[in-house]
T-cell receptor, first 114, second 110 residues
Framework: NAGVTQTPKFRVLKTGQSMTLLCAQD?????MYWYRQDPGMGLRLIHYSVGEGTTAKGEVPDGYNVSRLKKQNFLLGLESAAPSQTSVYFC?????????????FGPGTRLLVL | LAKTTQPISMDSYEGQEVNITCSHN???????ITWYQQFPSQGPRFIIQ???TKVTNEVASLFIPADRKSSTLSLPRVSLSDTAVYYC???????????FGTGTRLTVIP
């Protein structure tokens, strides 16, 4: 049981390049989330999904797209990377957003946009 | 959504009990108080959750007064490995996401 895994762990992009971050969970969780974490700002929600085939915007969705084609995977895409998207990206999952449930986080992907 | 306020940083010596207080004046009836811990280069990890009075698990205790406008995370006899950022969140039942503030950076000193 690997929990939540993220690929890649680290990436350097040039401005304007595109990339996809992959999140996978093996806990059969319905809900998945993408956050970004910047120094001194805590975590901010980018997009989330309440089930396979669904996505919704979070607090800071601009410049990102997501897809949830399979229940266990949640992809975060950057179509045209900008230096402002330099950050650490965390994926999380939970069974239900109920008070009894907690979110399980992956190890993070560190992205540097030059 | 209830905003939370907690100290930016705290220092403690090894072996001491550490109490981190969080204020959440606008907490609603159905909201729960949840604490996460984050080590450097790792994702946040759930520590404890409560609604009122006191909750205790193998890691920490959570004290919530009757008015629920604040809560205190208590870490007994901290060690160097407890050095981390601790986030206080107010979780709305059925909400689809969590809102993390800047957290409290706890540094345990030998």
């Amino acid at each position: 049981n690997a929990g939540v895994t993220q690929t890649p762990k680290f990436r350097v992009l040039k401005t304007g390049q595109s990339m996809t971050l992959l999140c996978a969970q093996d806990m059969n969780h319905e809900y998945m989330y993408w956050y970004r974490q910047d120094p001194g700002m805590g975590l901010r929600l980018i997009h989330y999904s309440v089930g396979e085939g669904t996505t919704a915007k979070g607090e800071v969705p601009d410049g990102y797209n997501v897809s949830r084609l399979k229940k266990q995977n949640f992809l975060l895409g950057l179509e045209s990377a900008a230096p402002s998207q330099t950050s650490v990206y965390f994926c999380a999952s939970s069974y239900l957003p109920d008070r009894q449930e907690t979110q399980y986080f992956g190890p993070g992907t560190r992205l540097l946009v030059l | 959504l209830a905003k939370t306020t907690q100290p930016i940083s705290m220092d403690s010596y090894e072996g001491q009990e550490v109490n981190i207080t969080c204020s959440h004046n606008n907490i609603a009836t159905n909201d729960y108080i949840t604490w996460y811990q984050q080590f450097p280069s790792q994702g946040p990890r759930f520590i404890i959750q409560g609604y009122k009075t006191k909750v205790t698990n193998e890691v920490a205790s959570l004290f919530i007064p009757a008015d629920r406008k604040s809560s205190t995370l208590s870490l007994p006899r901290v060690s160097l490995s407890d050095t981390a950022v601790y986030y206080c969140l107010v979780v709305v039942t059925g909400a689809n996401n969590l809102f993390f503030g800047t957290g409290t950076r706890l540094t345990v000193i030998p």
